[in-house]
T-cell receptor, first 114, second 116 residues
């Protein structure tokens, strides 16, 4: 079945450091890929998405590129801020499916220290 | 604010009891999804309704059930509660029922259920 695997956290970085959170997926079809962010005490918010191979999703300085050959969708940011501290979830949805359900990775906690 | 409203925000109940969680989707969204977030299982898809009909089922226990009403709000009923049911339950909504190609799912803030 379909699945998503994320690097384990927590990830602790200093402000302005470079961030990479690895995400790989297994899918029988051709999925859309997403990164969601969960700030403390809040629900999930869509951070970025990509719907086909080689697409790059970007938002708020975060980027991720859909790599079909390596089945990956790694999240990167060049310079993190304290306000980026949150839990990040990689997820997939089957594009041609009759359901919009999301399959999530286990989440990666990011803590950014001043 | 995502536009998805979940009530209550917190719920504490005893084992063996039954509770109902409520979700109001964003205006215009026809699909409602329920997810469970727990420390050991992570974020798991439970069930989806689209325009009043069940569309997809995930890892939902038989003790749990859901429905979507004509006004499109949804309720998740959890019965014979066990300690292991303690979790954060999220509702999400989307315009479409199928793959999220040109749209997205919007999440509520969740209901934190504690079973004691």
């Amino acid at each position: 079945g379909n699945s998503v695997t994320q690097m384990e956290g927590p990830v602790t970085l200093s402000e302005e450091a470079f961030l990479t959170i690895n995400c790989t997926y297994t899918a029988t079809g051709y999925p859309s890929l997403f990164w969601y962010v969960q700030y403390p005490g809040e629900g999930l918010q869509l951070l970025l998405k990509a719907t086909k191979a080689d697409d790059k999703g970007s938002n708020k300085g975060f980027e991720a590129t859909y790599r079909k050959e390596t089945t990956s969708f790694h999240l990167e940011k060049g310079s993190v801020q304290v306000s980026d501290s949150a839990v990040y979830f990689c997820a997939l949805s089957e594009r041609s499916s009759n359901t919009g359900k999301l399959i999530f990775g286990q989440g990666t906690t990011l803590q950014v220290k001043p | 604010d995502s536009g998805v409203t979940q009530t209550p925000k917190h719920l504490i109940t005893a084992t063996g009891q039954r509770v109902t969680l409520r979700c109001s989707p964003r205006s215009g969204d026809l699909s409602v999804y329920w997810y469970q977030q727990s420390l050991d299982q992570g974020l798991q898809f439970l069930i989806q309704y689209y325009n009043g009909e069940e569309r997809a089922k995930g890892n939902i226990l038989e003790r749990f059930s859901a429905q979507q009403f004509p006004d499109l709000h949804s309720e998740l009923n959890l019965s014979s509660l066990e300690l292991g049911d303690s979790a954060l339950y999220f509702c999400a909504s989307s315009v479409v029922g199928g793959g999220l190609l040109n749209t997205e799912a919007f999440f509520g803030q969740g209901t934190r259920l504690t079973v004691v």
